[in-house]
């Protein structure tokens, strides 16, 4: 417990330092990413600092201000040369698996990395867990697939209910949300253009 507290908090300290690099990059201001975010000044400056977590969802609000795939926060590798043959395989094993601090939702890249015009992945989401409890938006399009579970997906204010085998496509651009429902792991998998 003491030894996953420690990495959680060298971990928020990384994608604080690695957040605070990006705005500073776009010259932007923490009340700018504040306001456009719908956050408080104050709680940029936490996470920028490594003090306060941030969900899934409110990296992906900031991120969508900074115009960053929320991966480049969370990424400890570098992207992956690209392929001679135009053919990149990603094995099982291989895969970046990626987790924000203080969350257990565990999301697998399937693309090799977010130099692509896609990003698909593969999430294991714990209960009442999700991306956000905070609607967000971001550029782009979204198809999503429930492999096992029940999963919420909210777009727009609408809560639609998604079981084992259903899908759902939208535009990034509408405020949204997703939870998993029920008290069973929901295993999901995304493909976004471009990738977020």
């Excluded at 971001?138 to 909210?154: N, P």
């Excluded at 939208?170 to 976004?192: I, K, M």
């Amino acid at each position: 417990m003491v030894s996953e507290a420690i990495r959680d908090g060298v971990r928020a300290a990384e994608l604080g330092r690695r957040l605070r690099a990006a705005r500073r990059e776009r010259r932007y201001s923490l009340q700018r990413v504040a306001d456009e975010a719908g956050l408080s000044k104050s709680f940029i400056s936490q996470v920028e600092l490594g003090q306060s977590a941030a969900s899934l969802g409110t990296l992906k609000r900031i991120c969508a201000v900074l115009d960053i795939p929320v991966w480049s926060l969370l990424d400890d590798e570098p992207p992956s040369a690209p392929s001679r043959t135009g053919v990149t395989i990603v094995r099982r094993d291989q895969r970046k698996v990626r987790n924000s601090p203080g969350s257990t939702t565990e999301i697998s890249l399937l693309t090799p990395d977010l130099n692509r015009k896609l990003e698909v992945t593969l999430s294991v989401i714990q209960p009442g867990e999700g991306y956000g409890h905070e609607p967000y938006s971001h550029r782009g399009e979204e198809f999503g697939l429930v492999l096992s579970g029940t999963y919420e997906v909210t777009v727009e204010g609408k809560a639609y209910v998604l079981e084992q085998g259903d899908s759902i496509y939208f535009s990034s651009r509408l405020l949204h949300r997703t939870r998993a429902l029920g008290d069973e792991p929901v295993t999901t998998f995304w493909v976004v253009t471009p990738p977020s």
